[in-house]
């Protein structure tokens, strides 16, 4: 494996995908990741069937570059086996409840007795050491309503929008990839290992920081967010074009930004003349009319030649896309946004995790693996179990 994590070994007991997406990213990091399954695999596999899909391409994302190996953890047998396979990382991650975790005798104190170098990173909805620390939660329970921030996207009297698959579980599985790579940082200059813990309600409540800090500070009561008519600044908002398509002008400095915009719409009197308009507190003051005067001008021409005006003229802007357009976009494909790998069929390309390395490049591993399909491989190499062993595990149960 490439990459900055080359030769660090990490095993991974994650369902579902928060826990899942950190041991994916640190995979793609070149670690080498082994995922412990029970017996009926870790359920984001039945995802696919869920939507009435062949293919499973969310799990694909955050599970590739993995072994799999599937143990009945109701055995003692394959408890042992877990941990040999821990005694033997540098790394163990898991999203699986506190509670779930102690009754296999699976906590940091546990684990690190026999290995004190080891890296346990705990991935949990609320926090390891809260009252609900074992409440059942995803991400659209812990993160999106929990932490405030569905709330913070509904406007007054409007009902609460639906939340896109993964988007708190990603952002908590890249947080818990960065503080497993500061623990083994650590590691290297002092020799000890750690405990770390990422919850999905506090990347929520980081994400919503501003709105969070400002309550914090100020005490000030909930406001909902504003309608486009009524922002704050109505030079940061979005706008349609002539076809009807979104775009978002992004002149957060308006005062510096209004003489540029100015220019750019030909200086149209009605604007560049009226003591409504001529700073911040009066753009705010009288933002619908500035906005519905805006619309009407900006739906004269269509972006294609916007989009120059407004670049010759310093004026910020960004079309506003859907995912069929973002895998089109030329420039996100430039940021190395996918990546292609080899798949079942032949080179497949991949949503790429969000981090270069430009001293040591990464390049993804294998495909999502199979349920337990390297069960047998694993207990052969990394465990030197003979085949008499595997077959007396099979018949306790403790493998399938």
């Given at each position: 494996?490439?990459?900055?994590?080359?030769?660090?070994?990490v095993?991974?007991?994650?369902?579902?995908?928060a826990?899942?997406s950190?041991?994916?990213?640190?995979a793609?990091?070149?670690?080498?990741?082994?995922?412990i399954?029970?017996?009926?695999g870790?359920?984001f596999?039945?995802?696919?069937?869920l939507?009435?899909?062949?293919?499973?391409?969310?799990?694909?994302?955050?599970?590739?570059?993995?072994?799999?190996?599937a143990?009945?953890?109701?055995v003692?047998?394959?408890?042992?086996?877990?941990?040999?396979?821990?005694?033997a990382?540098?790394?163990?991650v898991?999203?699986?409840?506190?509670g779930?975790?102690e009754?296999l005798g699976?906590t940091y104190?546990?684990?690190?007795?026999?290995?004190?170098?080891l890296?346990?990173c705990?991935?949990?909805?609320?926090g390891?050491?809260t009252?609900?620390?074992?409440?059942?939660a995803?991400?659209?329970?812990?993160?999106?309503?929990?932490?405030?921030?569905?709330m913070?996207?509904?406007p007054e009297g409007?009902?609460?929008?639906?939340?896109?698959?993964?988007m708190?579980?990603?952002?908590t599985?890249?947080?818990a990839?960065?503080?497993i790579?500061?623990?083994?940082?650590?590691?290297?200059r002092?020799?000890?290992?750690?405990r770390?813990?990422?919850?999905?309600?506090?990347?929520?409540v980081?994400?919503?920081?501003?709105?969070?800090?400002?309550?914090l500070?100020?005490?000030?009561?909930?406001?909902?967010?504003?309608?486009?008519f009524?922002?704050?600044?109505?030079?940061?908002?979005?706008?349609?074009?002539?076809?009807?398509?979104?775009?978002?002008?992004l002149m957060?400095?308006?005062?510096?930004?209004w003489?540029?915009?100015?220019?750019?719409?030909?200086?149209?009197?009605?604007?560049?003349?009226d003591e409504r308009?001529?700073d911040?507190?009066?753009r705010f003051?009288?933002?619908?009319?500035?906005?519905g005067?805006?619309?009407?001008?900006?739906?004269?021409?269509?972006?294609a030649?916007?989009?120059?005006?407004?670049?010759s003229?310093?004026?910020w802007?960004?079309?506003?896309?859907?995912v069929?357009?973002?895998?089109?976009?030329?420039?996100?494909?430039?940021?190395g946004?996918?990546?292609?790998?080899?798949?079942?069929?032949?080179?497949?390309?991949?949503?790429?995790?969000?981090v270069?390395?430009?001293?040591?490049?990464?390049k993804?591993g294998?495909?999502?693996?199979?349920?337990?399909?390297?069960?047998?491989?694993?207990?052969?190499?990394?465990?030197?179990y003979?085949?008499?062993?595997?077959a007396?595990?099979?018949e306790?149960?403790?493998?399938?």
């Amino acid at each position: 494996m490439a990459g900055p994590l080359a030769g660090i070994k990490v095993v991974e007991m994650g369902v579902w995908v928060a826990g899942p997406s950190c041991a994916a990213i640190l995979a793609d990091w070149g670690a080498e990741v082994i995922k412990i399954e029970p017996p009926e695999g870790d359920p984001f596999r039945g995802l696919g069937a869920l939507l009435g899909a062949s293919i499973n391409p969310p799990f694909e994302l955050d599970n590739r570059g993995k072994r799999s190996i599937a143990l009945n953890l109701a055995v003692e047998d394959a408890r042992n086996i877990a941990g040999d396979l821990i005694d033997a990382a540098d790394v163990f991650v898991s999203n699986m409840r506190p509670g779930a975790l102690e009754r296999l005798g699976m906590t940091y104190e546990k684990l690190s007795d026999t290995n004190p170098g080891l890296i346990y990173c705990n991935v949990t909805g609320y926090g390891p050491e809260t009252p609900e620390a074992n409440r059942a939660a995803y991400d659209v329970g812990a993160f999106w309503a929990r932490a405030g921030v569905v709330m913070g996207l509904t406007p007054e009297g409007g009902s609460p929008p639906l939340q896109r698959g993964g988007m708190g579980d990603h952002m908590t599985g890249a947080n818990a990839a960065g503080a497993i790579s500061a623990a083994l940082f650590n590691r290297e200059r002092t020799g000890r290992g750690q405990r770390v813990a990422v919850s999905l309600t506090r990347i929520g409540v980081y994400m919503m920081g501003w709105d969070t800090n400002t309550q914090l500070r100020t005490g000030m009561p909930y406001a909902p967010p504003a309608d486009r008519f009524h922002a704050p600044n109505p030079l940061i908002n979005p706008f349609q074009d002539k076809d009807g398509h979104w775009f978002y002008l992004l002149m957060l400095q308006g005062d510096r930004h209004w003489p540029d915009f100015l220019r750019a719409l030909g200086n149209p009197p009605e604007l560049a003349d009226d003591e409504r308009f001529r700073d911040i507190p009066n753009r705010f003051a009288n933002a619908p009319l500035l906005v519905g005067i805006l619309d009407r001008m900006l739906a004269t021409k269509p972006l294609a030649e916007w989009g120059p005006v407004f670049d010759s003229n310093d004026v910020w802007w960004a079309p506003i896309q859907n995912v069929t357009e973002v895998v089109q976009d030329p420039v996100v494909r430039a940021a190395g946004a996918f990546v292609t790998m080899d798949g079942p069929d032949g080179p497949v390309e991949q949503v790429n995790t969000p981090v270069d390395f430009y001293g040591t490049p990464t390049k993804p591993g294998e495909w999502a693996p199979e349920l337990g399909q390297h069960t047998e491989t694993i207990l052969l190499e990394d465990l030197g179990y003979d085949w008499d062993r595997i077959a007396s595990l099979k018949e306790l149960g403790a493998i399938p």
